[in-house]
């Protein structure tokens, strides 16, 4: 008998858990009208290295956004990660991460601004609950060049900040949607199978984050069962042989074997204009983003108020 090595994890299959009524009340908050905003912002060639200057006054706008809303904010390393810290984080966190560059000459609105857009919806609605919740948002640099970004911040910064990070959730491309049949392809070599119409919104994980995982998917379905949502779980310890899963900042964090879910509409395996001039606010379905914002934002605060 051949055992799996990896599972396919359906939302609609959980019963989700009771609804916090402030909580429902706070993601209806968040509107579609601000994250196009917030994407429209962001969309420009912004790579470290060939766009520099746009690539810093990011950084800064960032920086100014977070802490405009209560955060103490820095800039961390070499790569200047964008790190905001709620007051209340003390000896454990809860982390959302998203990195805010792009490939070199392109505006990046799916890969990565729809992403950043739901790390800033997230901040703003979590920062209705400061200082008391533990949450700590990172805007991370140099994914495109290797996840420089985000290994730095896990292997020099994380030992020596004074907090752990208990779960953490890492936000690639989060904003392209599609109903059309054929529009979801699925990664060469994963031995899987997803619909095929590109219209939910994937989760990823490793056994460290099997639990995080269905704390996700049932916070998904208890604040927003409209939007599709499936979860890959690879199990014992198997991703090092796929390497296609190593392609985002949450790669740093299963290989310090912190519990950490990807959040991701796919990338090329849905979206055509990933990694090209074409990819621009417009071809985003801002419906979707808000939806996976709000889920996100759901299973962030159930964390950070039960710690």
């Given amino acids: 008998m051949l055992w799996p090595i990896m599972l396919i994890r359906n939302a609609s299959r959980y019963k989700g858990y009771p609804a916090s009524e402030e909580i429902r009340a706070l993601l209806e908050t968040l509107q579609p009208w601000e994250f196009r905003q917030w994407v429209e912002k962001i969309s420009v060639s912004r790579h470290f290295q060939v766009n520099p200057d746009s690539n810093e006054q ?31 984080v003390g000896k454990q966190a809860v982390l959302v991460g998203a990195h805010y560059d792009s490939v070199p000459m392109t505006p990046g609105a799916d890969d990565n601004g729809s992403a950043v857009a739901a790390m800033l919806g997230c901040a703003k609605a979590c920062a209705q609950f400061l200082p008391r919740i533990p949450v700590v948002f990172v805007a991370f640099n ?28 890492i936000l690639e491309m989060v904003g392209y949607a599609s109903s059309e049949p054929g529009s979801q392809k699925i990664p060469p070599g ?76 796919t990338s090329e395996f ?36 039960t710690m």
Avoid at 76 to 82: C, L, T
Wanted: proline content about 6%.
């Fill in 58 to 88: 990011t950084a800064y706008w960032l920086a100014q956004t977070l802490k405009s809303w209560g955060y103490d904010v820095k800039f961390q390393g070499r790569y200047r990660n964008v790190v905001a810290t709620s007051p209340g």
């Fill in 142 to 169: 140099c994914e495109e060049d290797g996840l420089l970004g985000s290994s730095d911040w896990v292997h020099s910064f994380l030992p020596a900040c004074g907090y752990e990070i208990i779960s953490s959730h």
């Fill in 190 to 265: 994963l031995p899987i199978k997803l619909p095929d119409r590109g219209d939910f919104i994937g989760l990823l994980t490793n056994r460290s984050g099997a639990a995080l995982m269905a704390d996700s998917l049932n916070g998904l379905r208890t604040y927003c069962p409209q939007l599709p949502a499936y979860g890959l779980e690879v199990l014992i310890g198997l991703e090092r042989f796929f390497p296609v899963l190593h392609r985002s900042d949450h790669s740093p964090f299963w290989k310090s074997r912190i519990p950490c879910v990807m959040w991701t509409d």
């Fill in 270 to 305: 849905r979206n055509p204009h990933y990694h090209g001039e074409s990819d621009l606010p417009h071809t985003l379905n801002y419906e979707f983003l808000t939806n996976v914002c709000r889920a996100l934002t759901a299973v962030v605060l159930r964390s950070a108020t």
